[in-house]
């Protein structure tokens, strides 16, 4: 008899600290040069953005402002590591 143990599946390995900073690479990159289809596929459909003070912006409009207009400038990378995005203006929250 085949022990229950052996039947379930070993979990997925857990994604490290490279996984997730390439990703945020790739999105902030995306942010900047507004490649629509890449963003689209990096937020998920039940993205919400929260602003420091609490605000919700939905996946929708956040999307719709990326598209209309130009509010990430340019990605700053510091010995090969992201350090920080340039904003050309502020998303606004209705």
């Known amino acids: 008899m085949t022990p229950v143990n052996a039947l379930i599946p070993a979990p997925a390995a857990t994604p490290g ?5 390439a990703l945020e690479v790739e999105r902030t990159r995306a942010l900047v040069a ?3 289809p890449t963003i689209e596929r990096l937020h998920a459909p039940d993205y919400e953005l929260i602003s420091p003070p609490g605000r919700v912006m939905s996946r929708e409009r956040y999307l719709s402002l990326l598209a209309a207009d130009v509010f990430y400038a340019g990605l ?3 010995g090969g590591l992201m350090a920080g ?3 050309r203006r502020w998303v606004g929250f209705s």
């Open 85 to 87: 995005v340039l904003f």
């Open 34 to 36: 507004r490649d629509m």
């Open 76 to 78: 700053v990378v510091v």
């Open 17 to 21: 600290a490279a996984f997730f900073r």
